[in-house]
C-alpha cells in the first residue's frame, strides 16, 4: 500500500502581478530566500526563510519570466519582452545583460566554489523557432559562448551528478545535453512529446522526469548510463476524470520516498507521482482550489528543504497569488 500524504495551506498572499516564478535562493548565506518575478508588476519579491512576507520589492525590466542564482550575493532575472538578463542583489538591480533572442528559461550553474561561474539562457531567435543557449561569464557578466539547441527551447536544468545540463526543446520534442560549462553539446535525446522542463532526483540521481504538454505525461529516463534512455512513461488524471486532465508545469523531487510533486498548469491542483527503476505512477491528487479546467492554473514551486516534512511556496497563476504550505507524511 502506498504511503499516504497530506499538504496544508498556511497562507494565501495577494499579489499585484501573476506570479510566473519562484525560487529558492541563498545570496551568499546559508539562510534560504523564496524569490517570485512577477509579469504584470515587472518586478521580483522576496522572502526570508520561514517568512510569507516579502521583505523586498526589486524593478526590473519588461516581462521577467524566470529568477536563478546560488550562493552568491547575486541573481539573474530573464526578461522575454526586453531580451535582457537583469542582474540584482537581494535590495537593488546592478546590472542588465542584452540577448540575442527571446530568453525562454534561465540556470547557474551551479558551482559554489571561489571562481566566478556561468549562467546559462535559452533563447528563441526573433521571427524563428530556433533556439540557442547563451552562456553568461559570472565575472564579466557578458556572453561568452552560443550554443545550437532544438526548436522552441524551454526549460534548462542541471543535473549535477553528471555535470550536465538538461534543455527541454519544446518543437524538436527533444532534450539537448550540454556540458556544465557550456562549451559543447554532448546529446540529443528524443522525448514522447512536447517537453517544457527535465528535472533530476535528488534523492536517486539516475532519475530524470520529463514533463510533457502534449497529452499531460510525464516521462521517466534512466540515467545509470549516457547517454540516458527512456524507462517509464505516465499519464496524470484528476480523479473524476478517465482522459488525461493534468498538464504538468513542471516536476520536482521532494528528495524522500521517491516523491516528485506536479502543478498543474491548468486548474488550481497538485498531482504526486512516485518514480524510481520499478515504477512511474500516480499516487496522489490535492485540489488547492478551483479544480475545473481554465486556461491558467499552478506554476512553478519551491520547495524549502528536501525530504519530508517540508514548506512549499506555490505560485498561483490564476489568482496572482502566492500559497505556503507545509507537506507531510501521514502516520498510517
Request: proline fraction near 6%; charge should be neutral.
Amino acid at each position: 500500500m502506498d504511503a499516504s500524504y497530506e499538504i496544508e495551506i498556511e497562507n494565501r498572499l495577494n499579489l499585484d502581478g501573476t506570479p510566473v516564478a519562484v525560487r529558492a535562493l541563498s545570496f551568499s548565506s546559508p539562510k534560504q530566500t523564496i524569490a517570485s518575478v512577477l509579469s504584470e508588476s515587472s518586478s521580483v519579491i522576496l522572502f526570508e526563510s520561514g517568512e510569507d512576507k516579502p521583505s523586498q520589492a526589486i524593478k526590473v525590466n519588461d516581462d521577467p519570466i524566470e529568477i536563478s542564482g546560488g550562493g552568491r550575493d547575486q541573481a539573474y532575472v530573464a526578461c522575454r519582452a526586453s531580451r535582457t538578463v537583469d542582474v540584482i542583489r537581494k535590495s537593488e538591480l546592478v546590472d542588465r545583460i542584452a540577448l540575442p533572442g527571446e530568453p525562454q528559461a534561465i540556470a547557474w550553474n551551479g558551482s559554489y566554489n571561489s571562481i566566478k561561474q556561468k549562467i546559462m539562457v535559452t533563447c528563441q531567435l526573433p521571427g524563428s523557432e530556433d533556439g540557442l543557449v547563451c552562456v553568461i561569464d559570472e565575472q564579466t557578466l557578458s556572453i561568452s559562448n552560443t550554443l545550437k539547441v532544438g526548436k522552441q527551447p524551454r526549460g534548462i536544468t542541471l543535473d549535477r551528478q553528471r555535470q550536465h545540463l538538461l534543455v527541454a526543446n519544446y518543437g524538436s520534442d527533444s532534450i539537448t545535453v550540454i556540458d556544465q560549462m557550456g562549451t559543447k553539446v554532448l546529446a540529443t535525446l528524443p522525448t514522447a512529446g512536447r517537453p517544457l522542463a527535465a528535472n533530476v532526483s535528488w534523492a536517486d540521481p539516475q532519475d530524470i522526469i520529463i514533463s510533457l504538454k502534449a497529452g499531460g505525461v510525464l516521462q521517466r529516463m534512466d540515467a545509470s548510463r549516457f547517454p540516458p534512455v527512456l524507462s517509464g512513461l505516465t499519464a496524470l488524471r484528476k480523479p473524476s476524470e478517465a482522459s488525461n486532465s493534468v498538464i504538468p508545469a513542471c516536476a520536482l523531487p521532494i528528495g524522500e520516498d521517491n516523491l516528485w510533486i506536479v502543478p498543474d498548469r491548468t486548474s488550481e491542483s497538485l498531482a504526486l507521482v512516485v518514480s524510481n527503476e520499478q515504477e512511474l505512477k500516480q499516487i496522489g491528487f490535492y485540489s488547492l482550489g478551483a479544480s475545473e479546467p481554465s486556461e491558467t492554473g499552478l506554476g512553478q514551486v519551491a520547495i524549502s528543504r528536501h525530504g519530508l516534512p517540508t514548506g512549499l511556496c506555490i505560485a498561483n497563476r490564476k489568482r496572482k497569488q502566492l500559497l505556503f504550505a507545509n507537506m507531510r507524511k501521514v502516520k498510517s
